[in-house]
């Protein structure tokens, strides 16, 4: 009896997600050793440690793999999630807001065009009401508080932030997150991490094969989470629509879909949401996909995000396991 042909997905097992640099007892510095170096600047706790297991998987069972597909975050640094796309009307008078125990900034000092600008914080967050954008903070259940009213840097760029806050909010995805700089293209937060990156070459050596390499994010008017579509795709790329060769990769009805990578709530979870859209019976894909759930971790304090994808796919015929339970557990037939 044939085994089932197996194909490994990996999320965006890239450096700005999972190194670790600079000093963790100094999270301030360590934020701006990262950001100097655009290495790990949205470094997932647990990040590292699950790419290496994966790498671990690849190198002693590689063989078992019949396809490999892997995903990039590539972004400009002038992007509507990075802090540079918005500025503070006036310097916030708290210098921090408290929710769930923790003191997040309300805002960073930035240069721009020669003047200093107050930025908002990463892991804030931004909405839309009536034509308004406003900054905050979600707490763990997902509630926004707000600091204040917040403005486009470039005007020009209000009516589209807008209509893509509103957009993002009617879809039911994910509210706008400020994020670090990070996955800066030609930046080593661009690459993937050094253990991934050798089991690749090893197993494309042996296989005589190729990893497929899947890009996104490269637009900087919107999000790109899942490697499918863009969270709100811009009319003028046609990078940002469905990438329909990403769907033919992975639409093989006898094959096993291994998924892992960073970050489980966000780009990994989308990505399976969205590829499970592109099928006219969403739950056969479903069944075909394996989580490796030592093969991934979540952004801190966004870790309800993950669950809930668990939660929502697991009962639909989502398999389960780790990397080192795979290859002897009842999951494959």
């Not at 009307?89 to 020669?114: C, H, L, W």
């Not at 099928?279 to 952004?299: E, H, Q």
Request: proline share 5%; hydrophobic share 35%; net charge negative.
């Amino acid at each position: 009896m044939s085994r089932r042909k197996r194909h490994l997905l990996l999320i965006d097992g890239q450096d700005s997600f999972a190194r670790q640099v600079g000093d963790q007892k100094d999270p301030v510095r360590a934020y701006q050793e990262q950001q100097k170096l655009h290495r790990g600047e949205l470094c997932v706790p647990g990040g590292w440690e699950a790419l290496v297991n994966v790498a671990d998987m690849i190198n002693l069972h590689g063989n078992q793999f019949d396809d490999m597909t892997f995903t990039f975050d590539c972004h400009q640094l002038l992007h509507i999630a990075h802090a540079i796309w918005f500025r503070w009307m006036s310097k916030p008078k708290e210098a921090f807001i408290t929710v769930d125990g923790r003191n997040v900034p309300t805002y960073q000092e930035m240069n721009v065009r020669g003047q200093l600008a107050y930025g908002p914080s990463p892991f804030t967050t931004m909405v839309e009401e009536n034509g308004a954008i406003f900054n905050g903070v979600l707490d763990c259940k997902g509630n926004l508080h707000k600091i204040g009213q917040i403005q486009c840097t470039h005007l020009g760029f209000t009516s589209w932030t807008t209509s893509y806050l509103r957009k993002l909010r009617e879809s039911g995805r994910y509210p706008h997150m400020i994020w670090p700089n990070h996955c800066l293209i030609g930046t080593d937060g661009n690459r993937l991490i050094e253990p991934i990156q050798d089991a690749m070459f090893a197993w494309e050596q042996r296989e005589f094969g190729v990893v497929n390499k899947i890009t996104k994010g490269s637009n900087m008017k919107t999000e790109h989470f899942g490697a499918v579509h863009a969270e709100v795709e811009d009319p003028d790329d046609v990078a940002t629509k469905v990438n329909t060769h990403f769907i033919g990769l992975l639409s093989d009805p006898d094959q096993e879909i291994v998924i892992c990578g960073l970050a489980r709530g966000h780009c990994l979870a989308n990505t399976a949401r969205d590829i499970a859209a592109q099928f006219p019976d969403p739950d056969s894909f479903i069944k075909r996909l394996v989580l490796l759930k030592d093969g991934t971790a979540d952004v801190p304090g966004l870790e309800f995000l993950g669950d809930n994808f668990v939660n929502e796919f697991q009962p639909r015929g989502m398999q389960v396991t780790t990397c080192k339970e795979y290859f002897g557990s009842s999951v494959l037939v």
